[in-house]
């Protein structure tokens, strides 16, 4: 696929996402996701413009836990458990996505969090973590975009981590 051939679709692989990674989805002056290991999702299995909580749209991901995961020998030794901070940046990673999806241009960037809750930890005998986003905003100018949203992350179906007003912003460079 070459950024001529991008269809806007409801839903994306892990083959599709490496080629949003490479600068082949959107465009390689624009946003990107990060490539593995720091993709934290391996699927989007629905996003939208419209509908959500707050009615300004929403994205649901998930990734396969699997024992062999590149953090889990470093963190920590004896006690494997994944930080989650990269629970946290995979919310980040999705809702610049959604910025990118939806039709906006620039480079992402995570901008800020208000408040974020951690209740549970992903281990490695976990099958499955599910990311569910709902956008509350987009402010647009001329050289930002800001989408804000409200996050959760579950673990084998339970939520785990919350994170509301989440802030990722597209920056255009004056060039592109």
């Given at each position: 696929?070459?950024?001529?051939?991008y269809?806007?679709?409801s839903?994306?692989?892990?083959?599709?996402?490496?080629?949003?990674?490479?600068?082949?989805?959107?465009?390689?002056?624009?946003?990107?996701?990060?490539?593995?290991?720091?993709l934290?999702f391996?699927?989007?299995t629905?996003?939208?413009e419209?509908?959500?909580?707050?009615?300004?749209?929403?994205?649901?991901?998930?990734?396969?836990?699997?024992p062999?995961?590149?953090?889990f020998?470093?963190?920590?030794?004896?006690?494997?458990?994944?930080?989650?901070?990269?629970?946290?940046?995979?919310?980040?990673?999705l809702?610049?996505?959604?910025?990118?999806?939806?039709?906006?241009?620039?480079?992402?960037?995570?901008?800020?969090?208000?408040?974020?809750r951690?209740?549970?930890?992903?281990?490695?005998e976990?099958k499955?973590?599910?990311?569910?986003i709902?956008?509350?905003?987009?402010?647009?100018?001329?050289s930002?975009?800001?989408?804000?949203?409200?996050?959760?992350?579950?673990?084998?179906g339970?939520?785990?981590y919350?994170?509301?007003?989440?802030?990722?912003?597209?920056?255009?460079d004056?060039?592109?």
């Amino acid at each position: 696929m070459t950024v001529k051939e991008y269809v806007k679709k409801s839903s994306y692989n892990y083959d599709e996402l490496i080629i949003c990674g490479n600068g082949d989805m959107f465009g390689h002056k624009y946003g990107k996701l990060p490539s593995p290991p720091m993709l934290m999702f391996d699927k989007i299995t629905d996003v939208s413009e419209t509908g959500g909580t707050f009615g300004n749209g929403y994205m649901r991901a998930e990734m396969d836990v699997k024992p062999d995961l590149w953090f889990f020998d470093c963190h920590f030794q004896h006690d494997p458990v994944m930080p989650g901070c990269l629970g946290l940046d995979a919310m980040w990673q999705l809702i610049g996505f959604f910025l990118l999806w939806s039709g906006n241009a620039g480079k992402g960037r995570a901008l800020g969090a208000g408040k974020v809750r951690f209740s549970d930890q992903v281990l490695r005998e976990n099958k499955k973590i599910n990311y569910e986003i709902e956008m509350k905003r987009v402010i647009k100018s001329r050289s930002l975009t800001v989408g804000i949203g409200d996050a959760r992350l579950l673990i084998d179906g339970k939520p785990s981590y919350s994170a509301e007003d989440l802030k990722v912003g597209l920056f255009v460079d004056k060039e592109a």
